[in-house]
């Protein structure tokens, strides 16, 4: 099997998780580049990968690679990942997919024109705790799940001039930018939506001009129901990263990190099975993003013809949901979150 040849577009604050990403499935692929507008930023992970060129613009390299991996603001995804489809390049999208409907349909498009892989990072589903509650629900292993709550708790505070700090530039507020993985998860585990409502606020985050705290609750068909809190404006934390699955015989409880997350976490992640006072541990696995599993899956999807776990069509769905949220929020409604998957849509 031939080694893909991938660049790496967007070498900031991520650098370190992705050495770590690529490090684990060398056998499979090779870094041919490193890209960043700040050059000291690209050698900072070419250094890492002997033969790596470092370099500004991801147009140089492109002649030379089989994929792409952008780790771009987020205005920029649509532009670039468009232009890497059209070259014929395999594309692993950082999360959200982009920051408009018209945009996401483009990227779909220009995959199935290409026939190459499009592969959106949202990399919570590739967590082995993460993977292994769905497969817990799906077999009703602890009776049928009825409710599902998610907790993302952590500090992220932006300078004034930061793109990540303009709705316009990061698509929305802290539910678009970091919530899509949560919501994402909410419709990976409970299904079809039927109604929701968002309630949003930038106290506690005032370096944010949309919301940095959000609170979502969706109903799903069937009953059940999903919950998410996320804030950037957690100055300590006992939750964490955590979702609780309630289900008739018992609650599923996923602990991804836990303690003061201003601080670097260390120990495991854990998967518990709680009722009647008591616990069992039912998984156990090393903390972080597992991001190494993510890679590895686009791997596979680009050696075997494998479709995408989180495939275009899948997250623009889960997009349209926080853009419905979002409106219903500025009307004063409940959301009406019927028929949002590219197998249901009507415009």
């Not at 009776?143 to 932006?158: A, D, M, P, R």
């Not at 003061?260 to 998984?283: A, C, N, T, Y």
């Given at each position: 099997?031939?080694r893909v040849r991938?660049?790496?577009?967007?070498?900031?604050?991520?650098?370190?998780?992705?050495?770590?990403?690529?490090?684990?499935?060398?056998?499979?692929?090779?870094?041919?580049?490193?890209?960043?507008?700040?050059?000291?930023?690209?050698?900072?992970?070419?250094?890492?990968?002997?033969?790596?060129?470092?370099?500004?613009?991801?147009?140089?390299?492109?002649?030379?690679?089989?994929?792409?991996?952008?780790?771009?603001?987020?205005?920029?995804?649509?532009?670039?990942?468009?232009?890497?489809?059209?070259?014929?390049?395999?594309?692993?999208?950082?999360?959200?997919?982009?920051?408009?409907?018209?945009?996401?349909?483009?990227?779909?498009?220009?995959?199935?024109?290409?026939?190459?892989?499009?592969?959106?990072?949202?990399?919570?589903?590739?967590?082995?705790?993460?993977?292994?509650?769905?497969?817990?629900?799906?077999?009703?292993?602890?009776?049928?799940?009825?409710?599902?709550?998610?907790?993302?708790?952590?500090?992220?505070?932006?300078?004034?001039?930061?793109?990540?700090?303009?709705?316009?530039?990061?698509?929305?507020?802290?539910?678009?930018?970091?919530g899509c993985h949560?919501?994402?998860?909410?419709?990976?585990?409970?299904?079809?939506?039927?109604?929701?409502?968002?309630?949003?606020?930038?106290?506690?985050?005032?370096?944010?001009?949309?919301?940095?705290?959000?609170?979502?609750?969706?109903?799903?068909?069937?009953?059940?129901?999903?919950?998410?809190?996320?804030?950037?404006?957690?100055?300590?934390?006992?939750?964490?990263?955590?979702?609780?699955?309630?289900?008739?015989?018992?609650?599923?409880?996923?602990?991804?990190?836990?303690?003061?997350?201003?601080?670097?976490?260390?120990?495991?992640?854990?998967?518990?099975?709680?009722?009647?006072?008591?616990?069992?541990?039912?998984?156990?696995?090393?903390?972080?993003?597992?991001?190494?599993?993510?890679?590895?899956?686009?791997?596979?999807?680009?050696?075997?013809?494998?479709?995408?776990?989180?495939?275009?069509?899948?997250?623009?769905?889960?997009?349209?949901?926080?853009?419905?949220?979002?409106?219903?929020?500025?009307?004063?409604?409940?959301?009406?979150?019927?028929?949002?998957?590219?197998?249901?849509?009507?415009?």
């Amino acid at each position: 099997m031939e080694r893909v040849r991938l660049a790496l577009v967007g070498c900031g604050g991520m650098a370190r998780t992705h050495v770590a990403r690529f490090a684990k499935v060398r056998e499979r692929m090779e870094l041919v580049a490193a890209v960043d507008l700040v050059l000291e930023r690209a050698q900072a992970v070419a250094e890492h990968f002997p033969g790596a060129r470092a370099v500004r613009d991801y147009r140089e390299v492109l002649d030379d690679v089989d994929a792409v991996l952008l780790v771009l603001p987020h205005h920029l995804h649509h532009p670039i990942g468009l232009a890497c489809l059209e070259a014929g390049k395999h594309v692993l999208l950082e999360k959200p997919m982009a920051n408009s409907e018209r945009q996401c349909l483009e990227l779909i498009d220009a995959q199935r024109r290409s026939g190459k892989v499009l592969m959106i990072a949202y990399c919570m589903r590739y967590h082995p705790i993460v993977a292994r509650l769905k497969e817990l629900i799906d077999s009703q292993a602890f009776g049928e799940v009825f409710q599902v709550s998610i907790w993302t708790e952590q500090l992220t505070q932006y300078p004034a001039d930061h793109w990540a700090a303009d709705h316009r530039t990061l698509g929305g507020g802290q539910l678009f930018s970091h919530g899509c993985h949560y919501i994402d998860l909410l419709l990976w585990y409970l299904g079809r939506p039927l109604r929701g409502v968002h309630l949003g606020t930038k106290l506690g985050t005032p370096w944010m001009d949309w919301e940095g705290t959000s609170n979502v609750c969706i109903e799903f068909e069937g009953g059940k129901l999903g919950y998410h809190f996320g804030t950037w404006g957690a100055r300590g934390t006992r939750l964490g990263y955590s979702i609780h699955a309630h289900c008739t015989e018992g609650m599923l409880e996923a602990q991804i990190s836990y303690g003061d997350i201003m601080r670097e976490q260390e120990g495991k992640s854990r998967l518990l099975f709680l009722r009647s006072g008591k616990e069992e541990l039912l998984l156990e696995s090393e903390a972080g993003k597992h991001t190494e599993n993510e890679m590895a899956h686009f791997l596979d999807c680009i050696h075997y013809g494998k479709q995408p776990l989180t495939d275009g069509p899948g997250s623009l769905q889960g997009l349209r949901v926080i853009w419905r949220l979002y409106e219903a929020e500025h009307q004063g409604i409940v959301a009406d979150l019927r028929g949002l998957g590219l197998d249901q849509f009507e415009p």
